[in-house]
Structure formats: structure tokens, C-alpha cells
């Protein structure tokens, strides 16, 4: 069992910045390919980005290429998600998930933990 809880969601204008981390806690967290994913108001979950267990190999969606980075500290247990140049459309709940089988990968239903998910609310 892997517990995820996710931080740093908040208000910003268009154009900011924002800086979420996820924590894991329970099993190796360097095990554990990470993702993010995001889910609006009536939409679906969608794939925002991921990361593979040493950190070697990144992914992102075509959608926030070049305004998101993720990475991750294994020392720490946390995976983090960089969010620059925000904009309206970027509001959303974000979600970290991990996967204990893959290398990161934008599939939702790989992935086997999830947490409760930070708000991140863009003002145009």
C-alpha cells in the first residue's frame, strides 16, 4: 500500500507559477513510477505528466510541454510537478498516482495509488 498526499494548489492569476508535491508513504517510493493527472469540471481525468522511478525519463502532455516540469526526490519521497505560464485552462483538480509495474506512462489505468488531489484554480 502506497499513501499520497498532494500540496501547493492554490489561486493565481494567468501567467504565474505554482509548485505542487506529492508525498508517498508505505512502500520503496523508488519502486514507483510517478504521474500527474488533472480533472476539471465535467471532464475526465486527463494525463498531465510523468516520470519513471530513477528519474531518468520524463512525460509530458502536448498540452503543458514547455510550462510544466516534474521531477522527483527519492531521498525524500516526493514527486514534484512545476507549473509556469498558467493558464485559465490549467484549472483543475491535480492528482499524483503511482505505478509499481511501468516507467511512467500516461495511461490512467496503470496506475495503481492515488491521492485525494490539490485544486488549482487560474483567474484569466
Known amino acids: 500500500q502506497v499513501q499520497l498526499v498532494e500540496s501547493g494548489g492554490g489561486l493565481v492569476q494567468a501567467g504565474g507559477s505554482l509548485r505542487l508535491s506529492c508525498a508517498a508513504s508505505g512502500r520503496t517510493f523508488s519502486n514507483y513510477a510517478m504521474g500527474w493527472f488533472r480533472q476539471a469540471p465535467g471532464k475526465e481525468r486527463e494525463f498531465v505528466s510523468a516520470?519513471?522511478?530513477?528519474?531518468?525519463?520524463?512525460y509530458y502532455a502536448d498540452s503543458v510541454r514547455g510550462r510544466f516540469t516534474i521531477s522527483r526526490d527519492n531521498t525524500k519521497n516526493t514527486v514534484d510537478l512545476q507549473l509556469n505560464s498558467l493558464k485559465y485552462e490549467d484549472t483543475a483538480v491535480y492528482y499524483c498516482?503511482?505505478?509499481?509495474w511501468g516507467s511512467g506512462t500516461g495511461n490512467l489505468d496503470a496506475y495503481d495509488y492515488w491521492g485525494q488531489g490539490t485544486q488549482v484554480t487560474v483567474s484569466s
Open positions: 516520470i519513471s522511478r530513477t528519474g531518468g525519463r520524463t
Open positions: 498516482a503511482a505505478d509499481r
